[in-house]
């Protein structure tokens, strides 16, 4: 199971950008998934996460100029940012609870993770 990060970049305090992670792999069943992120010298935290139905929950922090979704069709995930501001500046990082098949057939069931995308939002 591999996740694949994309869409950061530098923007603007008031901009907005998007990120998105596609899901590869033997995949039976993406369940949860989630966007954190690390800023320098901070820890990686919950920035937003989504059931496979839809839900979602935010960090009090994005609430209102974050929007999270998925297509489950196309195993990707979305984190839609508006209002960026400075201190949303850091490496987000996608995370998936997957069931799979190992190369033998057997269903295993995980977590991973992306390689994270740098969002720099800054004048």
């Known amino acids: 199971v591999q996740l694949q990060a994309s869409g950061g970049g530098l923007v ?3 901009g907005s950008l998007s990120v998105s992670c596609v899901v590869s792999g033997r995949l039976l069943r993406i ?3 989630g966007w954190y992120r690390q ?3 901070k820890q990686r935290e919950l920035v937003a996460s989504i059931t496979s139905d839809g839900n979602s929950n935010y960090a009090a922090s994005v609430k209102g100029r974050f929007t999270i979704s998925r297509d489950n069709a196309k195993n990707t995930l979305y ?5 960026l501001r400075p201190e949303d500046t850091a490496v987000y990082y996608c995370n998936a609870d997957v069931n799979s098949y190992t190369d033998t057939g057997e269903m295993e069931a995980g977590y991973y993770w ?3 995308t740098l969002v720099t939002v800054s004048s």
């Not at 984190?79 to 209002?83: E, F, H, I, V």
């Open 39 to 41: 800023a320098p010298g």
């Open 79 to 83: 984190l839609q940012m508006n209002t």
């Open 12 to 14: 603007q305090p008031g």
């Open 114 to 116: 992306g390689q994270g």
């Open 31 to 33: 369940n949860d998934m």
